[in-house]
């Protein structure tokens, strides 16, 4: 059974940085791409950074410059790196994994991690 556990988040103040891990488990086919997306307080969930198996990484447009993801393939760990935060970058933050099977691709999420930006 696939697993992600996330872990990082919390409160910190404009400014200031976090990083996000997520470890993902039970995975024994290929992996195509890991991921951050947040979703904030009536909102939809949004893209916040992809990167696949061979180090293409893509990033919305208002984290460009300030956040970074990274990846452990042997350790199937993906980290977002988070600088410069801003009060509108408060979510949940979730973790997700594109799991290549013969039959198609599916996804994977974690169950999210709060991330608060406030003084």
């Known amino acids: 059974q696939v697993q992600l556990v996330e872990s990082g988040g919390g409160l910190v103040q404009p400014g200031g940085s976090l990083r996000l891990s997520c470890a993902a488990s039970?995975?024994?086919?290929?992996?195509?791409?890991m991921g951050w997306y947040r979703q904030a307080p009536g909102n939809e969930r949004e893209l916040v950074a992809t990167i696949t198996t061979g180090g293409s990484a893509n990033y919305a447009d208002p984290v460009k410059g300030r956040f970074t993801i990274s990846t452990d393939n042997a350790k199937h760990t993906v980290y977002l790196q988070m600088s410069g935060l801003r009060p509108e970058d408060t979510a949940v933050y979730y973790c997700n994994v594109v799991v290549h099977y013969i039959d198609g691709d599916q996804d994977y999420w974690g169950q999210g991690t709060q991330v608060t930006v406030s003084s």
């Open positions: 039970g995975i024994y086919f290929r992996i195509n791409a």
